[in-house]
């Protein structure tokens, strides 16, 4: 009987003893609701060295160590929770890949107490003074509104008055409500931090087929915002080792908890892009995330290379926005082309606003690669600007700020 390649299920999990030991337990919380994109082939070197031969044949042939593998999978991005959470966000699946390629990861801004928010206005929310505020700089918020939920980045933190007070990067999509419950998220952000290893177990759709990739990182991820679409996540996973496990494929049915899919992106669930023009209408934002690496060659490890150093890591974004013909704003305007290295400000985009299930990226300093382009969607006249994330240094608080403040991209679950 054929196998077929579409029934299985994928997991990841880092590896607790570092580079060179393998997980091997997988619960549910490390399983991944994704789709490869081809199936892995596991990687092996194989030499052949050339001698002289007494007639026309193949030179004895050596197998050497197992090689990089490169695995890439897509999946509909998910939130942590199904539930209003009761505390800053635990991190799944998503955010794992993604710190991977970004760097670090930290969990902040729970405020369970309502009292703790006093009002504000769309730039500036009103906290109770004395509650813990320096920490929260340079993260978001999951504001509570009237109506709903907006997600503020914390840019200026000021203790020195009653009540305290938050300076947001963008406006929040209406001012805050008088009191209520702001959830925390988990920042992800671009750092210099060297990725931890983590264990990719491809469990096919029979028996036999059960693959272990050890010593994975990510090296490209791709999060596409797109209007009338769901939020979708793309990754290339570079695996050093492999394992041929043989048995324990054919999973059987299981429900992915606390694992909801973000909704489509569209007004009613939160989505929107602010810049420093407000609000901007968009078709879609692509933000595309990599890491340069290279292999420490290792005699003492099993197949000689020893890890993935991280050399580089870069983001880039792309909005696309519908031309306008008149009223038209920072990324729609036709007679205002933004041009190669000018500054683009902060950008802010928000693919979801409920609780558990929310998300938001900031690039606070995007710079233009290039001269916006023209193209056509549903044959409407479209204006695609391309940003980089440029240094940044804008947040301050009258206490000490560490990171994720100041950093040059940062993207959150809340």
């Given at each position: 009987?054929?196998?077929?390649?579409?029934?299985?299920?994928?997991?990841?999990?880092?590896?607790?003893?570092?580079?060179?030991?393998?997980?091997?337990?997988?619960?549910?919380?490390?399983?991944?609701?994704?789709?490869?994109?081809?199936?892995?082939?596991?990687?092996?070197?194989?030499?052949?060295m050339?001698?002289?031969?007494?007639?026309?044949?193949?030179?004895?042939?050596?197998?050497?160590?197992?090689?990089?593998?490169?695995?890439?999978?897509?999946?509909?991005?998910?939130?942590?929770?199904?539930?209003?959470?009761?505390?800053?966000?635990t991190?799944?699946p998503?955010?794992?890949?993604?710190?991977?390629?970004?760097?670090?990861?930290e969990?902040?801004?729970?405020?369970?107490?309502?009292?703790?928010?006093?009002?504000?206005?769309?730039?500036?929310?009103?906290i109770?003074?004395?509650?813990?505020?320096?920490?929260?700089?340079?993260?978001?918020?999951?504001?509570?509104?009237?109506?709903?939920?907006?997600?503020?980045?914390?840019?200026?933190?000021?203790?020195?008055?009653?009540?305290?007070?938050?300076?947001?990067?963008?406006?929040?999509?209406?001012?805050?409500?008088?009191?209520?419950?702001?959830?925390?998220?988990?920042?992800?952000?671009?750092?210099?931090?060297?990725?931890?290893?983590f264990?990719?177990?491809?469990?096919g759709?029979?028996?036999?087929?059960?693959?272990?990739?050890?010593?994975?990182?990510?090296?490209?991820?791709?999060?596409?915002?797109?209007?009338?679409?769901?939020?979708?996540?793309?990754?290339?996973?570079?695996?050093?080792?492999?394992?041929?496990?043989?048995?324990?494929?054919?999973?059987?049915?299981?429900?992915?908890?606390?694992?909801?899919?973000?909704?489509?992106?569209?007004?009613?669930?939160?989505?929107?892009?602010?810049?420093?023009?407000?609000?901007?209408?968009?078709?879609?934002?692509?933000?595309?995330?990599?890491?340069?690496?290279?292999?420490?060659?290792?005699?003492?490890?099993?197949?000689?290379?020893?890890?993935?150093?991280?050399?580089?890591?870069?983001?880039?974004?792309?909005?696309?926005?519908?031309?306008?013909?008149?009223?038209?704003?920072?990324?729609?305007?036709?007679?205002?082309?933004?041009?190669?290295?000018?500054?683009?400000?902060?950008?802010q985009?928000?693919?979801?606003?409920?609780?558990?299930?929310?998300?938001?990226?900031?690039?606070?300093?995007?710079?233009?690669?290039?001269?916006?382009?023209?193209?056509?969607?549903?044959?409407?006249?479209?204006?695609?600007?391309?940003?980089?994330?440029?240094?940044?240094?804008?947040?301050?608080?009258?206490?000490?700020?560490?990171?994720?403040?100041?950093?040059?991209?940062?993207?959150?679950?809340?």
């Open positions: 009987m054929g196998i077929p390649f579409g029934f299985g299920r994928l997991a990841v999990k880092e590896q607790s003893s570092g580079w060179g030991t393998a997980e091997t337990s997988f619960a549910n919380a490390n399983y991944v609701e994704a789709q490869i994109t081809s199936p892995p082939s596991p990687m092996q070197d194989s030499e052949q050339p001698v002289l031969r007494g007639d026309v044949y193949a030179p004895t042939r050596v197998a050497g160590g197992r090689a990089p593998t490169e695995i890439q999978i897509t999946m509909p991005l998910h939130g942590f929770s199904t539930a209003s959470p009761s505390a800053n966000p991190e799944h998503d955010a794992l890949l993604l710190r991977s390629v970004l760097g670090a990861a969990q902040a801004g729970y405020h369970g107490t309502a009292s703790d928010l006093e009002g504000g206005t769309t730039s500036v929310i009103n109770d003074d004395g509650t813990a505020l320096d920490a929260e700089v340079g993260h978001a918020l999951l504001i509570p509104l009237s109506s709903g939920y907006s997600v503020g980045w914390v840019k200026t933190g000021d203790t020195t008055g009653d009540p305290d007070t938050y300076t947001l990067q963008r406006v929040l999509s209406a001012a805050p409500a008088s009191s209520g419950v702001i959830y925390g998220g988990n920042c992800v952000y671009s750092a210099v931090t060297q990725p931890t290893a264990t990719l177990e491809w469990l759709s029979t028996d036999n087929v059960k693959f272990r990739f050890v010593d994975c990182v990510v090296t490209s991820a791709t999060i596409t915002l797109e209007t009338l679409k769901q939020p979708t996540l793309a990754v290339t996973i570079s695996a050093l080792d492999w394992s041929n496990v043989g048995t324990g494929g054919a999973p059987g049915a299981e429900a992915l908890t606390n694992r909801p899919q973000m909704p489509v992106c569209i007004s009613a669930n939160g989505f929107r892009a602010v810049t420093s023009a407000a609000e901007q209408k968009i078709v879609r934002a692509t933000i595309n995330m990599s890491a340069t690496v290279a292999v420490d060659i290792d005699s003492s490890s099993s197949q000689g290379r020893g890890r993935f150093t991280v050399t580089d890591r870069s983001v880039t974004a792309e909005v696309t926005a519908q031309a306008l013909s008149s009223g038209a704003s920072t990324l729609n305007d036709p007679t205002a082309l933004v041009a190669p290295a000018a500054a683009a400000g902060a950008m985009i928000d693919a979801n606003t409920t609780p558990g299930r929310a998300f938001s990226v900031l690039i606070p300093a995007g710079v233009a690669t290039a001269t916006s382009t023209f193209g056509s969607d549903e044959d409407m006249l479209t204006i695609t600007t391309a940003v980089e994330c440029g240094l940044y240094t804008g947040d301050t608080s009258t206490g000490a700020v560490s990171a994720p403040a100041n950093t040059s991209f940062r993207l959150a679950f809340l």
